[in-house]
C-alpha cells in the first residue's frame, strides 16, 4: 500500500511532510498483530469478570475492567485510524464527516489516557496494600475503585475537550482525521500540560509506587510466601518498563514536533519529527494489547480461574474479598 502522500502538510517553512514506507510497513506490522491479540484478550478479561458473582468482586476487578473496556475501544478505532489514512488523501469536507471525525478521535485520545490514568491508580492502590496492610480493606473497597474511575472519565473527557478547541480548524477548512489539523504550531502550554499530566505525573506515581512496594518486597523475602512476592516484584517491574516503552516516544514525539515547527527547522528536521509522532503512536497503541496480560493473565488468581472451574468454587475468601478475613500483602498485590 503507498499512501506516504496521504500525510503531506505545509508549514511555515513550506515543507510537505509526507509518511515514509518504513514507517507504513511499521504501521502496519505493528497494529494488525496488536489488533488480532488485543481485542480477543481484553473482552476475555472483561467476560471473566462479568460472569463473577457480584459478591466476588474486588477494587482491583473493577480498575481492570476499566482500563479493559478503555483498551477495546482504541483497539477497534485501530482499523478506523489505518483506514483515514488511506481513503482520505483530499481530506474532509462534507459537516457531517468532519463531525464524525471529531467523535473518533476525541473517543481514541481519551479512551488513551484513562488507561494511562488508571494504570497510574492501580500503582497506587498496590502501594496503599502493602504500606498500609490493615487499612487496606477500608481504603481500597469497589466504592472507591469506582468513584476514582468516574473521575478518571470526567477529567480525561475534559481535556478532550480543550484539545479540539485548541485545534478547531478555520471554518470551511478541508480536515484529515487523526492528523493535526492547523498549519501553526500547537499552543505551547497545551503541549505541556499534555506531557506532564499525561505521562510526566503519572510516570513519577507510577515509578515511586513500583519502587517502593519492590523494596518492601524485597526485604521480606524470607518471611514466608517468598515466590508469589518474587512474582509479585517482577509483575509490577515489567509493568512500570511496558508503560515508558509505549508512552514516552508518543509525549516525547509531540514535544519534538512542537520544537521543529515553532523554530521553523529545515525540512529534514520536521520530516524525522513527522514521521516519529506516528510511528511513536503505533508503539503507544501495542500497550492496549499488552494490558491484558500484565495485569490479568500474569497474576496468580487469574491463572487459577483461567485453569480450573474447581479452583474458582475453592478460592479462599482472602482471594474473592469476604470482609471475614484479613488479606497479606501478597494477595492484594496479585489479586
Same mark, same amino acid.
Given at each position: ?184 504550531? =500547537?499552543?505551547?502550554? !497545551? @503541549?505541556?500540560?499534555? *506531557?506532564?499530566?499525561? &505521562?510526566?505525573?503519572? /510516570?513519577?506515581?507510577?515509578? #515511586? ?20 512476592? =518474587?512474582?509479585?516484584? !517482577? @509483575?509490577?517491574?515489567? *509493568?512500570?518498563?511496558? &508503560?515508558?516503552?509505549? /508512552?514516552?516516544?508518543?509525549? #516525547? ?83
Amino acid at each position: 500500500l503507498n499512501i506516504s502522500t496521504l500525510f503531506s502538510k505545509h508549514f511555515m517553512s513550506n515543507c510537505t511532510l509526507n509518511i515514509t514506507t518504513g514507517v507504513q510497513n511499521f504501521q502496519l506490522a505493528a497494529l494488525i498483530p496488536t489488533f488480532l491479540f488485543g481485542v480477543p484478550g481484553n473482552i476475555f478479561v472483561l467476560v471473566t469478570f462479568c460472569r463473577r458473582p457480584r459478591t466476588h468482586w474486588t477494587y482491583m476487578n473493577i480498575y481492570i475492567s476499566n482500563m479493559a473496556i478503555a483498551d477495546c475501544v482504541v483497539l477497534v478505532l485501530l482499523p478506523v485510524r489505518i483506514a483515514s489514512y488511506i481513503w482520505d488523501s483530499s481530506g474532509l469536507s462534507d459537516q457531517k464527516h468532519k463531525e464524525l471525525c471529531y467523535v473518533l478521535v476525541s473517543v481514541y485520545y481519551v479512551n488513551m489516557y484513562i488507561s494511562i490514568f488508571t494504570v497510574t491508580a492501580i500503582s497506587v492502590v498496590r502501594y496503599v496494600a502493602i504500606k498500609y496492610p490493615l487499612k487496606a480493606r477500608e481504603i481500597l473497597c469497589c466504592r472507591n475503585a469506582l468513584v476514582v474511575c468516574a473521575l478518571i472519565w470526567l477529567v480525561t473527557c475534559l481535556l478532550s475537550v480543550v484539545f479540539h478547541r485548541v485545534d478547531e480548524p478555520e471554518k470551511n477548512a478541508t480536515i484529515k482525521c487523526f492528523q493535526k489539523n492547523k498549519v501553526k504550531e =500547537l499552543p505551547l502550554i !497545551f @503541549i505541556l500540560v499534555l *506531557n506532564i499530566m499525561g &505521562f510526566l505525573v503519572p /510516570f513519577l506515581i507510577m515509578l #515511586f509506587c513500583s519502587v517502593m512496594v519492590i523494596f518492601k518486597l524485597k526485604k521480606q523475602l524470607e518471611i514466608g510466601a517468598r515466590c508469589e512476592k =518474587l512474582q509479585c516484584m !517482577f @509483575i509490577i517491574a515489567a *509493568n512500570l518498563i511496558v &508503560f515508558v516503552i509505549c /508512552f514516552f516516544p508518543i509525549h #516525547f514525539g509531540f514535544f519534538l514536533k512542537y520544537v521543529m515547527q515553532a523554530n521553523n527547522y529545515d525540512c529534514d528536521a520536521q520530516f524525522f519529527a513527522h514521521n516519529f509522532v506516528h510511528s511513536a503512536m503505533c508503539v503507544s497503541s501495542m500497550n492496549c494489547a499488552l494490558d491484558c496480560f500484565s495485569y490479568y493473565f500474569a497474576t496468580k488468581t487469574s491463572w487459577k480461574l483461567c485453569t480450573s472451574k474447581k479452583q474458582v468454587r475453592n478460592i479462599s475468601p482472602i482471594i474473592t474479598g469476604s470482609r471475614n478475613d484479613l488479606r497479606t500483602q501478597e494477595t492484594f498485590l496479585l489479586e
